[in-house]
């Protein structure tokens, strides 16, 4: 949703490089750059305004004017703006000090409450709740089964009264639904209301009456994060004429150009609390605005992607399959690579992990030209492998392959080409596992959990590089003298330094990706 915007100020940014101090031109033309940026973007006006005013006061003061490298400052301060304007920090629900803790939602109609009904309720089931769905959508069309089929897929209970399609009082069903999640001990309420093609009269006296009926702890404002410039209009006029606590960001996995989320905490002083972000009730969470900061500025978002692989990773199972890596060559099987796989894809789409790291807008087309079919062919290919064959792929001769190829409607090729990356993944994971570094990368401290008396550590050390000057005048002097030729310090593929082809020996990933690897 935010390649636009974040390409704009990619490009910003590394007009910026280079640099040694800002002038006053430098910063109006930044600004006017980050302006276009926005505006393209289809955030509000009045957001403009304020954040690049914040933007230009910041780049002329002394943490700018007096920094090293003023490129990475004006970063800095971008993504502090963008932080601010996306509400500061993560709000949370607030529950009532006396259960039930009642959360009603409202907006148009599109907008996705039915199905973000469903998906708070998983999620508030996974925080230890016990949370009740109410239908008093009475209007739209099976919106009453719409909920009730959602609420059976998240496992959530339903109540559902009145059969709806224009039968019913739904103030009258969420008063009901209080009494029953009392008597039932449901801790949670979420009442899903009514919503429109427009904003009307009738829409609005309806929500405030239900409102009034149950006196919710959470109002939360529902919105479609692709309306563009509408949002803010929108949800002005459900501030004013219902009022909300928090808003609700639906389809945030849209293409298009996401204004909304940008905008609409700013301008109504609301919180965005949560992000729906796909088709499957667990793409819902927590809205963070530093993490949705760090996304549009492709500084990446490690927390959340370590949140997630804790939830999925069976902590033995990984043990086990660290503890296999760092033992004989081969330990680690064609077997625990195809569980290791499963348990990724339990993360979500590979593509949006994938996005989640550092520096990676830079391979959006190949990300979304990502065949997500593949690693069911992987899957495909293994499952067609008899056990002794899985651990001991090394005993995969051509009969074999052209075995596993029929059993899996694949090609040999195809059966070849896996077997082949699994010995190199499985030795290079083998040699991070030991301490010894990443291959091609001397010097580079081993992952948690390695001994660090290994033969890995050896050679590392062994092989590590004296660094030249910083200076290239000086460095290039040195090497002539040496008789060797001169370092190249160009970036690597993912922006890791480089020397002569290899990556720097003081490089360390961060800990969290350490943690995850």
């Known amino acids: 949703m935010f390649d636009t915007l974040q390409d704009r100020l990619q490009g910003t940014f590394k007009n910026l490089r280079g640099k040694g101090r800002l002038s006053e031109a430098d910063i109006d033309a930044t600004a006017r750059e980050i302006r276009i940026a926005l505006l393209e973007a289809d955030v509000a006006l009045p957001v403009v305004k304020t ?8 780049a002329r003061g002394p943490e700018v004017t007096q920094s090293v490298n003023p490129a990475q400052q004006v970063l800095s301060i ?28 409202a907006g148009l109609q599109g907008a996705g409450k039915t199905t973000l009904a469903g998906k708070l309720g998983l999620w508030l089931k996974k925080q230890g709740m016990s949370p009740m769905l109410v239908a008093a959508d ?59 093609l427009g904003i009307d009269a009738e829409l609005m006296q309806q929500a405030a009456d239900i409102r009034d009926a149950v006196q919710p702890d959470e109002t939360l404002f529902v919105i479609d994060a ?94 086990k399959a660290a503890q296999k890596l760092a033992g004989k060559s081969g330990d680690f099987t064609l077997t625990d690579f195809m569980e290791q796989m499963q348990a990724v894809r339990k993360m979500g789409s590979l593509s949006k992990i ?61 059966v070849n080409q896996l077997v082949d990356r699994f ?16 291959p091609g990368m001397p010097g580079m401290p081993g992952m948690p959990g390695a001994g660090g008396k290994g033969k890995g550590r050896q050679v590392a050390k062994k092989t590590k590089v ?39 020996p003081d490089f360390e990933l961060p800990k969290e990706l350490r943690d995850l690897l």
Do not use: C, W
Not at 251 to 257: P, Q
Not at 258 to 284: C, N, W, Y
Not at 377 to 390: D, G, L, V
């Open 51 to 58: 954040f690049v005013a914040g933007v230009k006061e910041r």
């Open 138 to 196: 009475l209007q739209r069309p099976n919106a009453v089964t719409q909920l009730q089929v959602v609420g059976g897929q998240a496992g959530v209970t339903v109540y559902a009264p009145q059969p709806g399609n224009g039968v019913g009082d739904p103030v009258q069903v969420a008063k009901d639904a209080i009494v029953e999640a009392r008597r039932t001990l449901h801790d949670v309420v979420v009442v899903d209301t009514a919503g429109r």
């Open 354 to 414: 994938m996005g989640m790291l550092p520096g990676m807008g830079q391979f959006k087309e190949q990300l979304a030209g990502f065949d997500e079919r593949e690693i069911d062919r992987i899957q495909a290919i293994i499952s067609s492998m008899t056990p002794f064959e899985r651990d001991n792929p090394k005993a995969i001769d051509g009969s074999r392959r052209s075995r596993i190829a029929k059993g899996s409607g694949t090609q040999v090729s195809d």
């Open 226 to 319: 692709m309306i563009g410039q509408d949002a803010v209009q929108t949800a002005q006029a459900f501030l004013d004429g219902v009022g909300f606590t928090g808003v609700v960001l639906s389809k945030l996995d849209g293409d298009a150009r996401g204004g909304a989320a940008l905008s609409i905490a700013q301008v109504t002083g609301r919180p965005v609390m949560f992000s729906s972000h796909g088709e499957k009730l667990t793409d819902f969470d927590l809205f963070h605005p530093d993490r949705m900061a760090g996304r549009i500025l492709d500084l990446g978002d490690l927390q959340t992607m370590m949140e997630r692989a804790e939830e999925v990773f069976d902590k033995d199972q990984a043990e």
């Open 423 to 438: 010995f190199e993944a499985r030795k290079m994971m083998q040699q991070m596992a030991r301490g010894g570094g990443m």
């Open 78 to 105: 971008v993504n502090d703006e963008l932080v601010t304007i996306l509400g500061g920090e993560t709000r949370r629900i607030r529950y009532a000090k006396t259960a039930p803790t009642v959360i009603m939602l």
């Open 466 to 504: 004296k660094r030249g000057s910083g200076n290239p005048a000086k460095r290039a002097a040195e090497a002539k003298a040496s008789g060797s030729k001169p370092q190249d310090d160009g970036a690597g593929a993912f922006g890791f330094g480089q020397q002569g082809g290899k990556a720097d």
